[in-house]
């Protein structure tokens, strides 16, 4: 049976695997988690957030934290997933110490890091099962599965394959032999060990001690195609990869107690366990969890595209993970979030609510407490892959660039208007002459709708007289004199004292000149604006204009 059961790779015995593997030499206090993603897909947010979770507690305790890749249902991989894992946990600061890194590239000594790659181990590790009668192979066809299924459901006794109803648990060797001998497919099971009033204790990390019915499932361990099943590969791995806390979806609760079978029967010690809940959203009066299919802000890539830095993903993340953080990052403006520690007896039980105004929040302060620098650069890498057009008008003068984003940075009370970047080629075009032509029309047509109307010869004036050096004082005492020749009053407040005596007062002449030197209503600082557009260009725009 053994040569039927298993491909000539299932070649370690467990003390073999045992010294392949050895404990690591780590501090004794230091924890060792992981990232295991299906590559099925895009990256899920979920997957960002269990991440961090499981990064950062690895570091603050002197660990490590590695990639495994859970590949093993390959009808459902799709083609380039890793690749965009890997690259997702590198664009937000998540690398793994360990696991694939690249191109197929793996650091670590104890891989290999895709499941795909361990079938050998994982085989191994079933002979010894079965080997100790505690697993055993299962020739039930589809057919049968299914028929079983609908007389559980008619008799109305729980679903699954345990006790009277796995009809493969007690089959003499001669029926074994005979199967194996006509050739039929097979799985192979764990065989269940748990009474039916006999219960576990899950020492949830997030949840404490939590009371469990002891397993009572007969379990697939290897599918029919020699692959293993999750609760197989999971409970290997992590005990030959030397984890020491699993950080994963509380979805995963009702299967402890069969992981905690076969710890059990192999004599390991489990790790510790977190269960988190999952990112949620408010649909209606209810909540429900992020949907892959109907939520785009379920995946990492949406955040890409929108162009949302990355430490405010990051940051956000921290809100979910702790609700301390928000009062921490106010306390310690200008630190770096990598200080800030989580611990995972502190994590919510109930599911984070996902609210993309918080989220926008968050990157408002963000983005303010960047440099201009800082900003240019992450920006950059956004364009260039997401907006090419603009990224080359962004590119060309980046000095220039960089002083656009300047504007109103400095002072007391930086401007905090920008949440991610694809913002930018809306609301900085502008600035750049080829899209400011393309605005002209626009322009033209808010020209005539403004109320009061422009006077003639103000723009032709305004062109004629300014002055790229005077500072901020002397500009406004100089645009406030060369309004009052053109009826604006000086001020709001002047002219509702005497309306009669002006057409309009200095914000509606700071409207025009918006309006033509930007094609827009609003802008940032107009002195500002026309400083960083130089006498050239507001010059060469006024000019341009002053027929309207």
Not at 381 to 397: C, G, I, L, N
Request: hydrophobic content about 40%; aromatic content about 10%; glycine content about 8%.
């Amino acid at each position: 049976m053994d040569n039927a059961v298993f491909t000539p790779e299932a070649r370690f015995t467990l003390a073999e695997l045992e010294a392949k593997y050895p404990p690591r030499g780590l501090p004794e206090h230091a924890r060792v988690t992981r990232f295991g993603p299906s590559p099925t897909g895009f990256m899920h947010i979920g997957g960002l957030y269990t991440s961090l979770v499981s990064r950062r507690v690895a570091h603050q305790s002197g660990g490590v934290f590695y990639l495994r890749i859970e590949d093993t249902d390959k009808k459902r991989e799709v083609e380039g997933t890793v690749d965009l894992i890997v690259a997702s946990l590198a664009s937000y600061g998540l690398s793994p110490d360990e696991g694939e890194i690249a191109d197929g590239q793996e650091l670590g000594a104890y891989g290999p890091y895709k499941q795909s790659e361990r079938i050998a181990i994982y085989q191994s590790c079933v002979r010894w099962l079965l080997e100790q009668g505690h697993a055993y192979p299962c020739f039930a066809t589809a057919e049968e599965l299914q028929a079983l299924r609908e007389e559980q459901a008619k008799r109305k006794v729980p679903p699954g394959y345990y006790g009277g109803w796995a009809i493969w648990r007690d089959k003499t060797p001669a029926d074994v032999d005979a199967a194996l001998a006509a050739g039929l497919p097979f799985t192979v099971r764990l065989r269940a060990s748990g009474g039916r009033d006999e219960r576990v204790t899950l020492p949830d990390t997030i949840r404490g001690p939590l009371d469990m019915p002891a397993n009572q499932t007969d379990v697939v361990l290897l599918k029919a195609d020699g692959m293993p099943t999750y609760h197989l590969a999971h409970v290997v791995d992590d005990h030959f990869m030397r984890t020491t806390d699993v950080v994963r979806g509380n979805e995963w609760l009702a299967s402890y107690p069969m992981h905690a079978q076969m710890f059990a029967l192999f004599g390991w010690a489990p790790p510790r366990f977190a269960h988190i809940s999952p990112i949620e959203k408010q649909d209606g009066g209810s909540r429900r969890k992020l949907s892959k299919r109907h939520d785009p802000e379920a995946s990492v890539g949406w955040y890409m595209e929108a162009g949302y830095p990355k430490g405010a993903v990051t940051e956000y993340l921290l809100n979910l993970i702790d609700g301390s953080f928000e009062d921490w990052r106010v306390a310690n403006p200008g630190v770096s979030h990598e200080q800030f520690a989580i611990e995972l007896g502190s994590m919510s039980r109930s599911g984070a609510l996902f609210d993309l105004a918080k989220l926008d929040s968050v990157s408002r302060d963000v983005v303010g407490a960047m440099s201009a620098k800082e900003i240019y650069d992450a920006a950059l890498v956004w364009a260039s892959a997401h907006h090419p057009e603009f990224a080359v008008r962004f590119a060309q003068d980046a000095d220039y660039s960089q002083a656009i984003l300047d504007i109103e940075r400095h002072g007391e009370r930086p401007r905090k208007d920008i949440v991610r970047w694809e913002q930018l080629p809306t609301d900085i075009g502008y600035f750049f002459d080829d899209r400011y032509a393309e605005l002209l029309g626009d322009a033209q047509e808010a020209f005539k709708a403004l109320q009061p109307p422009a006077p003639a010869g103000l723009l032709a004036k305004v062109a004629a007289d300014y002055d790229t050096s005077l500072d901020r004082d002397q500009w406004l005492e100089w645009l406030r004199d060369l309004g009052l020749g053109f009826g604006y009053a000086p001020n709001a407040k002047t002219f509702k004292a005497a309306p009669d005596q002006y057409i309009g007062h200095f914000g509606d002449l700071a409207g025009v000149l918006r309006v033509v030197l930007a094609a827009r209503r609003n802008t940032p600082d107009l002195h500002e604006m026309m400083q960083v557009l130089g006498q050239d260009r507001v010059v060469a725009r006024l000019s341009a204009t002053a027929g309207w």
